[in-house]
């Protein structure tokens, strides 16, 4: 079973537009982790934000962390038609041998129109 | 470095039968992990493999099998397939464990079981 929930389930933007993804969990964390899928294809990491930042960067993408509300969002700023994929957070388990474990939100489905 | 490499990238059987996956992680990882994901369930955890010992293991059932070799290839297993084993499978490997390590994902096996 999935820990995660994002919203919205499925977003439409042309390109140049800002898209805005969120994410929430359960259980207390180490860490969020975002990944990205183009149509049914493997998962590419795309930032990891540990539970002491607030706020993460990494190019046109922008990832905060409320460890109090246990929500997430990703934040991708001037949107490019090759940014069309499925995004997905995913959390580690915790403690010992569980930290190779993944759980993954349901994802958001982006769609830029060119 | 070469990427996670999963083999076969398609595979059609039918019910019944059982099929083997195979992964080979980026070279020098020792942590391989194995995940389904259906329209339906979304992704989830099937289990993990550290140095030729599992470490962890999803809620499936027991038809759903693994391994790992020394030189920390993987294969899993499905036996007694069933229609709803259909599914991409997606293989993962990182360096070790821990909650600041990051997976890596191959480009998966797209299971059809008519």
């Known amino acids: 079973s999935q820990q995660g929930e994002e919203d919205p389930q499925a977003l439409s933007i042309q390109e140049g537009e800002n898209a805005t993804m969120n994410c929430s969990y359960k259980t207390s964390i180490n860490n969020l982790q975002w990944y990205r899928q183009n149509s049914g294809r493997g998962l590419v990491h795309l930032i990891l934000?540990?539970?002491?930042?607030r706020e993460k960067h990494s190019g046109r993408l922008r990832v905060t962390l409320d460890t109090s509300k246990k929500s997430s969002s990703l934040l991708i700023t001037a949107s490019r038609a090759a940014d069309t994929a499925s995004y997905f957070c995913?959390?580690?388990?915790?403690?010992?041998?569980?930290?190779?474990?993944?759980?993954f939100g349901q994802g958001t489905i982006l769609t830029v129109h060119p | 470095k070469a990427g996670v490499t999963q083999t076969p990238r398609y595979l059609i059987k039918t019910r019944g039968q059982q099929v083997t996956l195979s992964c080979s992680p980026i070279s020098g990882h020792r942590s391989v992990s194995w995940y389904q994901q259906t329209p339906g369930q979304g992704l989830q955890f099937l289990f993990e493999?550290?140095?030729?010992?599992?470490?962890n293991k999803g809620n499936f059932p027991g038809r759903f099998s693994g391994r790992q070799f020394s030189n920390s290839r993987s294969e899993m297993n499905v036996s007694t397939l069933e229609l709803g084993d259909s599914a991409l499978y997606l293989c993962?490997?990182?360096?070790?464990?821990?909650?600041?390590?990051?997976?890596?994902f191959g480009p998966g096996t797209r299971l059809t079981v008519l």
């Open positions: 993962a490997s990182s360096l070790g464990t821990g909650v600041l390590v990051t997976q890596y």
């Open positions: 934000i540990r539970s002491n930042e």
């Open positions: 995913a959390k580690h388990g915790r403690g010992g041998t569980s930290y190779g474990k993944l759980t």
């Open positions: 493999y550290f140095s030729e010992t599992q470490r």
